[in-house]
């Protein structure tokens, strides 16, 4: 039996759906800072947007924590993709701050697409950058833990490429405190082990 079968589809182009599919290739050509560990190349957002997914669904179920597993990975699956307009913003540039206006742009873009079937596409997209529920906590927390993670594999090479300080770090993964103390312990104690290894600067 066909999965369309007692669909309504004679309104939806095929053509449509397929150029919004390739509108949402983009985002694996957007370059992110963090380098693919055993590698010596560039992480993509696509790649990140993948990881982050697996890596919320895994914790989330590891701590059983009672959260929608559904939202989360929604949450997850979006959380990049402004980036296809915008292109990725260091975590440490100084236009961090406005990073968030031209990828909005971007998700209202795609929400817009008459090939695109997800019709809170750009509601999903707010709730991931100003909401704070739990699923959004947890995914904060992981989209932090993950380049932190890369960067440790590979001899800090993208704090050491872009001079960043250890206060710099402990700054930007302060909040995980309050969110997470598990994982925020763990991270102290790594950023103490990366200040030694000469990979951060000690201010």
């Not at 397929?18 to 800072?33: G, I, P, S, W």
């Not at 597993?69 to 402004?82: Q, S």
């Not at 008459?114 to 950058?129: F, R």
């Not at 050491?160 to 770090?169: L, T, Y």
């Amino acid at each position: 039996m066909p999965i369309t079968e007692n669909k309504n589809i004679s309104n939806i182009s095929i053509d449509e759906v397929t150029h919004f599919l390739l509108e949402l290739d983009a985002l694996k050509r957007v370059n992110r800072r963090s380098y693919v560990t055993q590698t010596t190349r560039l992480e993509n957002s696509a790649e990140h947007s993948w990881h982050l997914a697996m890596a919320c669904w895994s914790i989330a179920e590891l701590f059983e924590l009672d959260i929608n597993h559904e939202k989360l990975l929604k949450l997850a699956l979006v959380h990049d993709l402004g980036e296809i307009d915008a292109g990725d913003t260091f975590l440490y540039a100084s236009s961090r701050s406005d990073a968030h206006l031209g990828e909005r742009e971007g998700i209202a873009r795609l929400q817009a697409e008459p090939g695109n079937g997800i019709k809170d596409l750009l509601a999903v997209w707010d709730e991931q950058e100003t909401g704070d529920s739990k699923e959004t906590q947890l995914l904060k927390v992981v989209d932090r833990l993950l380049p932190f993670l890369l960067n440790l594999n590979t001899d800090g090479k993208t704090w050491r490429d872009h001079g960043i300080k250890r206060s710099q770090v402990a700054g930007m993964h302060a909040f995980i405190a309050d969110s997470f103390p598990p994982i925020h312990d763990w991270l102290a104690k790594q950023i103490d082990y990366a200040t030694r290894q000469g990979w951060l600067i000690d201010e």
